[in-house]
């Protein structure tokens, strides 16, 4: 059974940066590119990151230069560093397999971002 647990979430201040972290259990890791996902209050999920198995990453227009995606494919993770946080990146986070498994979707983590 497949389960991602993201973690790392918070209020941080714009300018600011988090860390956020998934762990994924299950068979889902080793052989998936992942991804990170947002959503935004009233907004439809969206991509922010991927990465496949062997490390080559894609972004959002929107976060390119300003969040790092990366994994750990000993410890079934998958991290996204986010810098210059601004509040339009106010959302809920999930990671996912790319494409995202209707079924994998777990809780997420909130980023709240203040101006």
């Known amino acids: 059974q497949v389960q991602l647990v993201e973690s790392g979430g918070g209020l941080v201040q714009a300018g600011g940066s988090l860390s956020l972290s998934c762990a994924a259990s299950?068979?889902?890791?080793?052989?998936?590119?992942m991804g990170w996902y947002r959503q935004a209050p009233g907004k439809q999920r969206e991509m922010v990151a991927t990465?496949?198995?062997?490390?080559?990453?894609d972004y959002a227009d929107s976060v390119k230069g300003r969040f790092t995606i990366s994994r750990d494919n000993f410890k079934n993770a998958v991290y996204l560093q986010m810098n210059s946080l601004k509040p339009e990146d106010t959302a809920v986070y999930y990671c996912?397999?790319?494409?995202?498994?209707?079924?994998?979707w777990g809780k997420g983590t909130l980023v709240t971002v203040s101006s």
């Open positions: 996912n397999r790319n494409p995202p498994a209707v079924n994998f």
């Open positions: 299950g068979n889902i890791f080793r052989v998936n590119t």
């Open positions: 990465i496949t198995i062997g490390g080559t990453a």
